[in-house]
């Protein structure tokens, strides 16, 4: 079994009222190491002193592009300093993506992002969700992507659920990236047959708003609690040279917290043989 990371984004709301309690109660899971969605206004040094205390460690954190676009230097060297040999951009708004007339130079400025964070001993990965799986000059958004920027600059962060929504299946996904994939997400959900998946999440500081796991609809899920091949995933992670897996559910399962769902996934994760 590969490293087991969770992101943090799944506890925002708990971090939000009692930090330092959540931390400890992450770890009281059994999880060792996390990944970063924000710093709760905290520096980074009082960050780290606070993972150090409940005995975690950062190994990646997701920042939004714009973020770092404003100040590159200043927002890596801040998170490196917690610890994170990963930086993520995690999600593109709209000006930002494919469609828009900007993008060729979006690209390039990705790769002036992943410059920087080898010049400061980090990698730059990207993490996707559904929308870069439309086609963009005959081939995937997401694909184009990687086509455009050496991997030397930009590597995945393949988010399994949003791949699946997408459209591909997400083990053939991981290992279409093998040598390029360090990081895997993990994330499972449900959704009925026949229905749509429209409304599926949501996103912080962004206008698209969400009621995702309302009855009969989609449903984010513990990990190994949904429709997704959690072994297949795992064996193509490792097949592909990744380090790390990252436990990600951006809501929890209806009926229970989102302590309660990182406890069942890591649970199902130890119990794999």
Not at 35 to 57: I, W
């Amino acid at each position: 079994m590969l490293p087991i990371m969770l992101q943090l984004y799944n506890l925002r709301n708990e971090l939000t009222v009692d930090f330092e309690g959540t931390l400890q109660k992450t770890a009281s899971l059994g999880y060792r190491h996390v990944e970063l969605a924000g710093l709760y206004g905290k520096s980074p040094g009082e960050f780290k002193a606070e993972l150090l205390k409940a005995g975690l460690s950062a190994v990646s954190a997701h920042v939004p592009y714009r973020d770092m676009l404003a100040a590159p230097e200043k927002v890596m060297a801040g998170y490196i300093e917690i610890g994170c040999k990963y930086i993520v951009i995690p999600y593109l708004n709209e000006e930002d993506r494919c469609t828009s007339p900007n993008y060729d130079g979006v690209k390039r400025e990705i790769a002036k992002l992943g410059e920087l964070a080898k010049k400061q001993g980090a990698v730059l990965l990207y993490h996707n969700h559904e929308f870069e799986f439309q086609l963009y000059h005959g081939k995937y958004a997401l694909d184009d992507l990687y086509d455009s920027i050496p991997a030397s600059l930009l590597q995945t962060e393949i988010d399994t659920c949003w791949a699946n929504i997408g459209g591909v299946n997400p083990s053939e996904y991981i290992l279409k990236y093998r040598g390029r994939s360090p990081v895997v997400h993990l994330k499972d959900f449900y959704l009925p047959e026949g229905l749509s998946p429209e409304n599926m999440y949501e996103l912080i500081g962004l206008t698209r708003q969400a009621a995702p796991n309302a009855e009969g609809g989609f449903e984010f899920r513990a990990v190994g609690y949904g429709k997704q091949n959690i072994p297949s995933i795992l064996k193509a992670a490792e097949e592909a040279g990744a380090s790390w897996v990252v436990v990600e559910q951006d809501l929890p399962t209806p009926g229970k917290t989102p302590l309660e769902c990182a406890k069942d996934s890591i649970d199902y994760l130890r119990g794999l043989k």
